[in-house]
Nanobody, 123 residues
């Protein structure tokens, strides 16, 4: 089992940037595919980004492609989400997810979740 803790959320103006972090603890010696989802009030949880354990493969939906970048540092057991050119519609609670998987696997289906961090983008 792995525990996930997100940080880095906050209030930013449209066009600004934020970097979210997700620190993993527990059975981190296993290989985990990881990623981010977000959920705005009254909306379903939405996939944002995913990355393989190796860090060489990533995946994004069109809504964030070119603006968001996911990366990871396995030595620190941490995954990052760099968010640039933020828009008011990016406002949501952002959740980090993980799933035990092969080192070259990228997936948006996770079975471990963090508690979430709030991102608010003002216009």
């Amino acid at each position: 089992q792995v525990q996930l803790v997100e940080s880095g959320g906050g209030l930013v103006q449209a066009g600004g940037s934020l970097r979210l972090s997700c620190a993993a603890s527990g059975r981190t010696y296993l290989s985990y595919a990881m990623g981010w989802f977000r959920q705005a009030p009254g909306k379903e949880r939405e996939f944002v980004a995913a990355i393989s354990w190796s860090g060489r493969i990533s995946n994004y939906p069109d809504s964030v492609k070119g603006r968001f970048t996911i990366s990871r540092d396995n030595a620190k057991n941490t995954v990052y989400l760099q968010m640039n050119s933020l828009k008011p519609e990016d406002t949501a609670v952002y959740y980090c997810g993980a799933r035990e998987a092969g080192r070259a696997v990228v997936t948006n289906e996770f079975n471990y979740w963090g508690q979430g961090t709030q991102v608010t983008v003002s216009s």
